[in-house]
Nanobody, 123 residues
Framework: VQLQASGGGLVQAGGSLRLSCAAS????????MGWFRQAPGKEREFVAA????????YYADSVRGRFTISRDNAKNTVYLQMNSLKPEDTAVYYC?????????????????WGQGTLVTVSS
């Protein structure tokens, strides 16, 4: 499975961005997907996850109510809509795919990773 993340950029605090992650080479419609992020000098942390159908989602406490994960199985793409962005959201954001159909909040639950897209939120 190959994953290509896009949509990062520079935005002011309070603004919005939508990240996309296009998948190829696997059976996307039966795959659990997740978004993680890594800020400079920090460990990679869980952001959001979605199961194969989109019927189950999980969020980190720090983004719940501001971020929304969704997927379009017809387009083999998962999205992360980020609203009310804060400077502390600044990080490289990675999408990840699991061999399984459910969700996981841990990096160990994912087998394939995209290259990351940088999100910078200015104050």
């Amino acid at each position: 499975v190959q994953l290509q993340a896009s949509g990062g950029g520079l935005v002011q605090a309070g603004g919005s961005l939508r990240l996309s992650c296009a998948a190829s080479g696997g059976t996307f419609s039966s795959t659990g997907m997740g978004w993680f992020r890594q800020a400079p000098g920090k460990e990679r942390e869980f952001v959001a996850a979605i199961n194969w159908s989109g019927g189950s989602t999980y969020y980190a406490d720090s983004v719940r109510g501001r971020f929304t994960i969704s997927r379009d199985n017809a387009k083999n793409t998962v999205y992360l809509q980020m609203n009310s962005l804060k400077p502390e959201d600044t990080a490289v954001y990675y999408c990840a795919a699991s061999r399984y159909s459910g969700t996981s909040t841990h990096t160990a639950g994912y087998d394939y990773w995209g290259q990351g897209t940088l999100v910078t939120v200015s104050s």
